[in-house]
């Protein structure tokens, strides 16, 4: 999680004890057998039919050429930079990467720019852990954390639990949502960026934007590694801690930029997610994650065919394509009944792509509870 700059280092916690404890305690909720279920219905995009390719999992039948184009056109959605005619960048953005290559070979490796899980979640974390959970003393516990007692209260209530009356109390919430779905819940809730509201206009606009990829690239990523080899909880991380290093280099932006020239060329968005992806790996290892999760993350910089990738870097990458398509169509940048955009994808990907589109964006996150709560 992030801290403005100007606050200091993050209160030094037990982090290498909280997250191993957070990795070995998540696992457990990821290792059910039971077949996912059907996403909730809310406003969605059609996905037409069409002719689908039946061979297995991530192929090469989606070309590299069909990436780039929709990793360019989220950049210029997510900077807002569509009217840019310039390729290359400028001398603003030279010094941003700049200074971003410093924080990224410094002793620290900015994994010291983001903050750590708050101090109330390792304790929801060792309560969950026991399988008859004290409800009473799991909302007393929740009830300490402003943000954990609103995000407990919106998911009872989205449609994908479909309360019969509302509910606003914290122990009816926690038994509609039972064990596996808070299980869920609170590790979303633990790496999700807290967004200073004293922080820079790029950080403010751009981070919640990001975050939102990042959650549905998780769901995607969940979905899809679904009777694959990889073990869904890597392939959940890896979509859902993918970002944060382009989060953390946001507050870079704000430090840096002179504001006198644009942001957001292509060849500056491409060399900023390749230091993102830096970045990420640097915290990923201070947060111990596995070491699945990070070859993932790093072989999406790899310019590798899909077959050679690593069981969870094949899902990674098809769970973040995912992810962007479906989030440009819903902002209009993209025509999702266009059957060139579906063109390689498998019966697997269309339908996690349909899954994606018929879940509400604000319920990303809790069409995965719910799917898993079931």
């Excluded at 069909?66 to 953005?93: A, P």
């Excluded at 750590?116 to 909302?139: H, K, T």
Aim: hydrophobic letters at 45%.
């Amino acid at each position: 999680m992030m801290h403005d700059g100007n606050t200091g280092a993050a209160p030094a916690v037990q982090h290498d004890n909280f997250s191993t404890a957070m990795i070995d305690w998540i696992r457990r909720l990821f290792s059910d057998s039971g077949k996912q279920a059907a996403a909730p219905q809310a406003a969605a995009i059609a996905v037409p039919a069409v002719k689908k390719r039946t061979v297995r999992f991530a192929a090469d039948d989606v070309t590299s050429m069909q990436r780039y184009q929709v990793d360019f056109m989220f950049s210029s959605w997510l900077f807002e930079s569509e009217d840019q005619t310039e390729i290359f960048t400028n001398r603003n953005e030279d010094t941003i990467l700049a200074a971003l290559q410093e924080v990224v070979n410094s002793k620290d490796s900015g994994a010291h720019m983001v903050h750590r899980m708050p101090g109330v979640i390792p304790q929801l974390l060792q309560s969950l852990r026991n399988p008859e959970f004290d409800g009473v003393d799991l909302a007393r516990r929740i009830s300490h954390d402003v943000v954990l007692v609103a995000e407990v209260l919106r998911l009872a209530n989205s449609v994908a639990f479909r309360p019969g009356t509302p509910i606003d109390g914290i122990d009816h919430a926690i038994l509609v949502l039972g064990q596996n779905g808070l299980r869920q819940l609170i590790s979303g809730v633990a790496f999700r960026p807290i967004i200073n509201l004293n922080s820079g206009a790029f950080t403010k606009n751009l981070a919640p934007r990001l975050w939102a990829q990042s959650e549905q690239c998780a769901f995607a990523c969940n979905m899809l590694a679904q009777d694959e080899s990889a073990d869904p909880l890597d392939a959940f991380l890896a979509g859902l801690v993918q970002n944060v290093g382009l989060t953390v280099s946001l507050r870079i932006i704000d430090k840096i930029s002179d504001l006198r020239q644009p942001i957001g060329s292509p060849t500056f968005c491409n060399e900023l997610a390749t230091q993102g992806r830096i970045l990420t790996g640097n915290i990923g290892r201070e947060w111990h994650f596995p070491d699945a999760v990070m070859t993932a993350i790093r072989e999406q910089e790899a310019d590798e065919k899909l077959a050679r990738l690593s069981p969870v870097g094949k899902i990674l990458w098809m769970g973040d394509y995912l992810s962007k398509i479906d989030i440009l169509a819903r902002r209009g940048r993209l025509d999702i009944e266009d059957p060139r955009v579906l063109e390689g994808l498998s019966d697997k990907e269309i339908d996690c792509l349909r899954k994606l589109a018929e879940v509400d964006e604000r319920d990303w996150l809790s069409a995965a509870v719910a799917a898993k709560s079931r």
